[in-house]
T-cell receptor, first 111, second 116 residues
Framework: GENVEQHPSTLSVQEGDSAVIKCTYS??????FPWYKQELGKRPQLIID?????GEKKDQRIAVTLNKTAKHFSLHITETQPEDSAVYFC??????????FGPGTRLSVLP | DAGVIQSPRHEVTEMGQEVTLRCKPI?????LFWYRQTMMRGLELLIY????????DSGMPEDRFSAKMPNASFSTLKIQPSEPRDSAVYFC??????????????FGDGTRLSIL
């Protein structure tokens, strides 16, 4: 089955700096890679996703890059703000099979 | 759109009691998922339904756990008998028709369950 690792487990950045979270996956046939943000005590919410036929996707301050050869994908947040503080989860699935969440990264944006 | 609605938001009960968690998916979504979230194990998929039919329950931890979806707008997750190690936040999520897991999942606010 799929195995998803996520690094780092915690990340602290100064407001205005960039943050990068990286996930690696094991199933080379995986085709869909979403990222969810979970604020403290709240529900996970999708913030961006990417499919295997695309190398990069951007939405305002958030971007995701995918390297299929190396089997990793990364979340990039630019110009971080205090409201970006949350736990971020990556996930991967192989055409609906073996859907797995990563263990999460706790991002703290310091004012 | 009201989103995915879960009840109760919090549940505190004594071990051995039956616990029933409820979920109403977004109208028009035909996939429904139950997840459990703990610090130790993260977000775990317990079971999912497609058009009210259970498709994969391999994540259900024990026979004490059961889930049903009697119609397109309602699902329950039951634990009987409950144990302290079942304490967790339980999320329900739904997604629209299409290939399962290849679309955004919409989560409810969760039920925080504490078994004493």
């Amino acid at each position: 089955g799929e195995n998803v690792e996520q690094h780092p487990s915690t990340l602290s950045v100064q407001e205005g700096d960039s943050a990068v979270i990286k996930c690696t996956y094991s199933d080379s046939a995986s085709n869909y890679f979403p990222w969810y943000k979970q604020e403290l005590g709240k529900r996970p919410q999708l913030i961006i996703d990417i499919r295997s036929n695309v190398g990069e996707k951007k939405d305002q301050r958030i971007a995701v890059t995918l390297n299929k050869t190396a089997k990793h994908f990364s979340l990039h947040i630019t110009e971080t703000q205090p409201e970006d503080s949350a736990v971020y989860f990556c996930a991967a699935t192989n055409y609906g099979q073996n859907f797995v969440f990563g263990p999460g990264t706790r991002l703290s944006v310091l004012p | 759109d009201a989103g995915v609605i879960q009840s109760p938001r919090h549940e505190v009960t004594e071990m051995g009691q039956e616990v029933t968690l409820r979920c109403k998916p977004i109208s028009g979504h035909d996939y429904l998922f139950w997840y459990r979230q703990t610090m130790m194990r993260g977000l775990e998929l317990l079971i999912y339904f497609n058009n009210n039919v259970p498709i994969d329950d391999s994540g259900m931890p024990e026979d004490r756990f059961s889930a049903k979806m009697p119609n397109a707008s309602f699902s329950t997750l039951k634990i009987q008998p409950s144990e302290p190690r079942d304490s967790a936040v339980y999320f329900c999520a739904s997604s629209p028709p299409g290939q399962v897991f290849n679309q955004p999942q919409h989560f409810g606010d969760g039920t925080r369950l504490s078994i004493l």
